[in-house]
Every structure is written in structure tokens, then in C-alpha cells.
């Protein structure tokens, strides 16, 4: 319809944009913005698996979640920047943090779309609509909860998508990433706020090794069977 028209031509916009790259940039490019992946050669994608790095090229968690971090600062801070009568006129209306929220979500769905909508693409928009829900109605963030529900309307959608490698690994690696990161101890989480910056900055880099090395684990047989090869350089 009138939507897909529209973001056909704001993909050929892209393309057009990037015909002054020369390769391997290009294909880069287009991946990395608009979800293209036709474009790179066997010798790039290759590469990326050889070093473990593949996923940069699936727009996902990181690239929606930048744009929904900044969406939500930026909108944010200009409503806190109102002036006083504005500001008191939003407030009997709604709260800043609630209509940032509500305003995050279109370019979240709408660089979804553009993007072509894959299965990492729509498993992260879905989380992220979720954790901006619990901002509206003020709930707990519970991952795993996003996580199940992401992963349960995918399927609805999709049911034979349980087999593609996409969401097997997508959905492993972030299950992976929530059992990891959400058993974090009292003592740790005092750590990062009142210990010392060298004191911070090892233990953030302990739990960043400790979150890759899990991850990479548990999606290695996935990756040895799926691409006959073992990226331990993702390390």
C-alpha cells in the first residue's frame, strides 16, 4: 500500500546516497543502515564470521536501542526545558518521561520497517516497545518477561521462524545475555556507584568478558553447525 510505497522510496533514497562509496563501503553502507545485505560480497561476509563479528551486520539490539536511547534523552530534556507554564500545562496532561515514551516509538517501528523488518530487527523492536510500556505505566523492567513475549508474538506471526538460524541465534544470544547480566550481586551494583573509577572500570570489564565468553559459548554449536566453523576470535 501507500506505506510500503513510501518506504521503498526512502530505501531507494539510501541507495542512491550511497552509490558514491566505493566497495567493500557501500555494502557496508547499505547493511548497516537499511538491513541490505545482497550487496556484500562472500570475501566481507566472511571476514565477519571468521572474527565472530557477523552480527554487527543484522541491525538489531545496538542499532535500535542508540535510536531509541537518543529519541528518549533528547525528547526528554526538551520537555524539561519548557518554560514553567509549558511545562506545568504538559504536567496536567502527562509527564515528561511517560510522552517520551509514547514519541520513542516511531522511529523505533519506523526503522524497523525500513529495515526490512527481519527477525533480530522485529525481536529487538518488540523488547524495546515493551521496556517503553513499563515507562508508560510505570512497571519493573523484567528482560526475560520481554524477552518470552518478543519471542511468543514472533512466532505468532512467523511459527516456521523457530527454524531459521536468525532467530535461533538472536533469541539465544539475548537469553543468554539476560541470565548473565540479571543475577548481578548487591555487592557488584554497589561497586559501580561508590567505588573508585579503576575499581569501576575493572569490574565493568570482568562482567564485559564474562557476558561475551557466555554468549559466544552458547551460540558456538549453533554457528559450528550452521557454519562449519568455530569464531573464537569473537573474543
Known amino acids: 500500500g501507500a506505506v510500503h510505497g513510501r ?6 533514497v539510501v541507495r542512491r546516497a550511497s552509490d558514491s562509496l566505493d566497495q567493500p563501503a557501500r555494502s557496508l ?14 570475501e566481507i561476509r566472511e571476514w565477519f564470521m571468521t572474527t565472530g563479528t557477523v552480527h554487527i551486520l543484522s541491525i538489531s539490539g545496538s542499532h535500535l ?18 518554560p514553567p507554564d509549558a511545562l506545568l500545562a504538559l504536567s496536567r496532561r502527562s509527564v515528561p ?4 515514551a509514547l ?13 526490512g523488518a527481519e527477525t533480530a530487527t522485529v525481536r529487538s523492536c518488540i523488547m524495546i516497545a515493551i521496556g517503553l510500556m513499563t515507562v508508560w505505566y510505570g512497571y519493573p523492567r523484567y528482560i526475560l518477561h520481554a524477552l518470552a513475549a518478543a519471542a511468543c508474538l514472533t512466532l505468532l506471526g512467523n511459527p516456521r521462524a ?7 541465534l538472536s533469541y539465544g544470544s539475548v537469553l543468554v545475555l539476560a541470565l548473565t547480566m540479571n543475577p548481578q550481586s ?7 556507584q561508590a567505588g573508585s573509577a579503576s575499581g569501576r572500570l575493572l569490574l565493568w570489564l570482568k562482567q564485559t568478558a564474562l557476558v561475551t565468553f557466555f554468549v559466544t559459548l552458547a551460540t558456538l554449536p549453533l554457528v559450528a553447525f550452521y557454519f562449519n566453523q568455530v569464531p573464537w576470535l569473537g573474543l
Open 186 to 192: 548487591d555487592s557488584d551494583a554497589w561497586s559501580l
Open 29 to 42: 553502507f547499505l547493511s548497516l543502515t537499511i538491513g541490505e545485505q545482497g550487496y556484500l560480497v562472500p
Open 103 to 115: 514519541l520513542t516509538m516511531v522511529p523505533i517501528l519506523g526503522y524497523t520497517l525500513l529495515a
Open 65 to 82: 536501542g542508540l535510536i531509541a536511547l537518543l529519541t528518549y534523552g533528547l525528547i526528554k530534556g526538551l520537555c524539561l526545558r519548557l
Open 162 to 168: 523457530l527454524y531459521d538460524i536468525s532467530f535461533q
Open 7 to 12: 518506504l521503498e522510496r526512502w530505501r531507494a
Open 97 to 100: 518521561t511517560r510522552l517520551a
